[in-house]
């Protein structure tokens, strides 16, 4: 990890990506020669560069927390001396509670921003006072194109062909910026709907945003052709799930057709059935595994048996130059849901600043006999915020009290995918296809086996199967950016029962679901529009 780190910074600080002049990116330098792509160790500074760059873009803002449980309305402010005030009216059944606003801090306000649509766009246009979190770089897609042009250039210099790599090394090295592409593709599309969507090494042309249903078609064709030429992970332990792999490829692939599931409704049961299959694949590959809750800080840590893909974080190289140790401090999603031990130093992190909804934590663990709830939390259903943690992300904790300055979180991973994301898919669409739920059932124990929870009973035809799905995801992978994309792509956005942030069928329709996008991607290109939801005062 040490020589990609080293690696990265070389090619970083000697290299400029860049997209299309119409949005409005770094023009391409030497990188573009034929001079650069000459060997191995070209490729994989190249594509060390774009972990680098999309390690930067996601750790920026609290991606996970500001796209997942933040924007669906679960986690809540808190204050100290668990004082809470009761406001905002009732939410999903249950009183909302807020701080009294002579105790609030920045932090308290974070949860609270992205569930007011005219405070999050208030938010990412201005910064307010929660300004750290820096909510409106997840408006800006520059960065993500800057990848995807990277990659294209990859890609096409291979393709035309580099003697100095093995026909395996092609293959393997046009397979990783396949994926690397398509990741960026299906954030984007889950961000912001519609995108523009472009493979060439050199467009020049402005292009329009494309159909989302068409562009994740497009990257599920392009990794299809990929997936046969990567093995299933890494051979080296320090790459495991940091570097793309089959797996990562797999577990990509189920992710796009299961959101296309949800917006394709014609062509819905294709989509499961592939999505079965690749999961199918996965698991009889055996290249991965479940590793006992017991050992859930190794998960936790990173490049794990269970990583298909994750943005590998360390702070064993901890200087001022290391892009790994450059994340904001508050891009880690339980920043604000921890406080000592787990989070230093020990005078200004006496308490959490936000908390989960009692009604929420009930709904996740009707069983509270479920091991997750001793291993990820303190007081799990206790409101206050002298006493409830959530310590899934909290194991690896990094002690250092010499610096008062510092506002220091444990030092764990970002977690992309992993196996049980994609057992838990796999079990969705299974249940979907309404042919094979006992399959379905087993796919769910695997994951309620490992957490130490009560196994789903074998009730074929269970019309509560689809629920307990759904809400087995929402409990396994809460924290790890995946939740209101869940909510978004099942529809389930809609309905009160699933979110405390629900959206009306209008809103919907009209994209509140999705982010802004910056006004300076409409530079240089007459096609583009922006999300109209979010123009005028029609929220």
Same mark, same amino acid.
């Given at each position: 990890?040490?020589?990609?780190?080293?690696?990265?910074?070389?090619?970083?600080?000697?290299?400029?990506?860049?997209?299309?002049?119409?949005?409005?990116?770094?023009?391409?330098?030497?990188?573009?020669?034929?001079? &650069?792509?000459?060997?191995?160790?070209?490729?994989?500074?190249?594509?060390?560069?774009?972990?680098?760059?999309?390690?930067?873009?996601?750790? %920026?803002?609290?991606?996970?927390?500001?796209?997942?449980?933040?924007?669906?309305?679960?986690?809540?402010?808190?204050?100290?001396?668990?004082?809470?005030?009761?406001?905002?009216?009732?939410?999903?059944?249950?009183?909302?509670?807020?701080?009294?606003?002579?105790?609030?801090?920045?932090?308290?306000?974070?949860?609270?921003?992205?569930?007011?649509?005219?405070?999050?766009?208030?938010?990412?246009?201005?910064?307010?006072?929660?300004?750290?979190?820096?909510?409106?770089?997840?408006?800006?897609?520059?960065?993500?194109?800057?990848?995807?042009?990277?990659? =294209?250039?990859?890609?096409?210099?291979?393709?035309?062909?580099?003697?100095?790599?093995?026909?395996?090394?092609?293959?393997?090295?046009?397979?990783?910026?396949? &994926?690397?592409?398509?990741?960026?593709?299906?954030?984007?599309?889950?961000?912001?709907?519609?995108?523009?969507?472009?493979?060439?090494?050199?467009?020049?042309?402005?292009?329009?945003?494309?159909?989302?249903?068409?562009?994740?078609?497009?990257?599920?064709?392009?990794?299809?052709?990929?997936?046969?030429?990567?093995?299933?992970?890494?051979?080296?332990?320090?790459?495991?799930?940091?570097?793309?792999?089959?797996?990562?490829?797999?577990?990509?692939?189920?992710?796009?057709?299961?959101?296309?599931?949800?917006?394709?409704?014609? =062509?819905?049961?294709?989509?499961?059935?592939?999505?079965?299959?690749?999961?199918?694949?996965?698991?009889?590959?055996?290249?991965?595994?479940?590793?006992?809750?017991?050992?859930?800080?190794?998960?936790?840590?990173?490049?794990?048996?269970?990583?298909?893909?994750?943005?590998? %974080?360390?702070?064993?190289?901890?200087?001022?130059?290391?892009?790994?140790?450059?994340?904001?401090? &508050?891009?880690? &999603?339980?920043?604000?849901?921890?406080?000592?031990?787990?989070?230093?130093?020990?005078?200004?992190?006496?308490?959490?600043?936000?908390?989960?909804?009692?009604?929420?934590?009930?709904?996740?663990?009707?069983?509270?006999?479920?091991? %997750?709830?001793?291993?990820?939390?303190?007081?799990?259903?206790?409101?206050?915020?002298?006493?409830?943690?959530?310590?899934?992300?909290?194991?690896?904790?990094?002690?250092?009290?010499?610096?008062?300055?510092?506002?220091?979180?444990?030092?764990?991973?970002?977690?992309?995918?992993?196996?049980?994301?994609?057992?838990?898919?796999?079990?969705?669409?299974?249940?979907?296809?309404?042919?094979?739920?006992?399959?379905?059932?087993?796919?769910?124990?695997?994951?309620?086996?490992?957490?130490?929870?009560?196994?789903?009973?074998?009730?074929?035809?269970?019309?509560?199967?689809?629920?307990?799905?759904?809400?087995?995801?929402?409990?396994?992978?809460?924290?790890?950016?995946?939740?209101?994309?869940?909510?978004?792509?099942?529809?389930?956005?809609?309905?009160?029962?699933?979110?405390?942030?629900?959206?009306?069928?209008?809103?919907?329709?009209?994209?509140?679901?999705?982010?802004?996008? =910056?006004?300076?991607?409409?530079?240089?290109?007459?096609?583009?529009?922006?999300?109209?939801?979010?123009?005028?005062?029609?929220?």
């Amino acid at each position: 990890m040490k020589k990609i780190t080293i690696c990265l910074l070389i090619v970083l600080s000697a290299s400029q990506f860049s997209c299309k002049k119409f949005l409005d990116i770094t023009p391409i330098d030497k990188l573009t020669g034929n001079n &650069f792509y000459r060997s191995a160790d070209d490729m994989e500074s190249n594509i060390t560069d774009m972990y680098g760059r999309l390690f930067d873009k996601y750790t %920026r803002t609290s991606f996970a927390g500001a796209t997942g449980e933040f924007r669906s309305g679960e986690a809540i402010p808190a204050v100290q001396g668990g004082e809470l005030r009761r406001g905002l009216g009732r939410l999903g059944g249950h009183t909302r509670q807020t701080p009294d606003p002579r105790g609030n801090t920045d932090k308290q306000v974070i949860p609270e921003t992205t569930i007011d649509d005219r405070l999050l766009l208030e938010a990412v246009q201005t910064g307010r006072s929660w300004s750290d979190y820096n909510f409106g770089d997840l408006t800006v897609w520059n960065e993500y194109y800057q990848v995807i042009q990277a990659a =294209n250039l990859l890609i096409s210099k291979i393709e035309e062909g580099i003697p100095a790599l093995t026909a395996e090394q092609s293959k393997r090295y046009i397979a990783e910026g396949k &994926f690397i592409r398509s990741f960026c593709y299906f954030q984007m599309v889950r961000l912001y709907g519609d995108v523009v969507y472009y493979t060439t090494a050199y467009q020049k042309d402005p292009l329009p945003r494309e159909n989302m249903v068409s562009v994740v078609n497009k990257c599920i064709a392009d990794l299809k052709t990929a997936k046969p030429d990567i093995i299933w992970t890494m051979n080296d332990p320090s790459l495991r799930g940091v570097r793309a792999s089959r797996g990562a490829i797999v577990g990509l692939l189920m992710n796009l057709n299961m959101w296309n599931a949800g917006f394709d409704p014609a =062509n819905k049961t294709k989509y499961y059935e592939e999505t079965a299959a690749l999961g199918d694949e996965l698991i009889k590959s055996n290249a991965f595994r479940l590793l006992p809750i017991t050992e859930w800080a190794t998960v936790a840590k990173g490049r794990s048996e269970e990583s298909l893909f994750e943005l590998f %974080r360390t702070l064993n190289y901890n200087d001022s130059d290391n892009p790994f140790a450059q994340a904001n401090p &508050f891009s880690p &999603f339980a920043d604000v849901f921890i406080h000592f031990p787990y989070k230093q130093p020990e005078y200004t992190h006496r308490y959490s600043n936000a908390v989960f909804t009692e009604l929420y934590m009930k709904k996740l663990y009707p069983d509270e006999g479920d091991g %997750r709830l001793n291993y990820w939390f303190v007081s799990p259903f206790d409101q206050n915020a002298e006493t409830f943690q959530l310590k899934k992300f909290a194991y690896n904790t990094f002690v250092d009290a010499s610096n008062p300055g510092l506002d220091i979180n444990p030092d764990n991973t970002y977690l992309i995918m992993r196996y049980a994301d994609a057992i838990l898919l796999r079990a969705e669409a299974l249940a979907e296809l309404g042919t094979q739920d006992e399959e379905a059932i087993k796919m769910l124990n695997l994951v309620r086996d490992r957490g130490r929870a009560t196994l789903y009973p074998n009730a074929v035809g269970d019309t509560d199967l689809k629920d307990a799905i759904f809400w087995e995801r929402a409990k396994e992978l809460m924290g790890e950016g995946t939740h209101y994309f869940d909510l978004v792509r099942t529809k389930k956005v809609l309905n009160k029962t699933y979110t405390d942030n629900p959206l009306t069928y209008d809103k919907f329709n009209r994209g509140g679901w999705t982010w802004p996008i =910056n006004p300076s991607a409409l530079n240089n290109n007459p096609y583009m529009s922006l999300n109209e939801y979010w123009i005028g005062t029609g929220l």
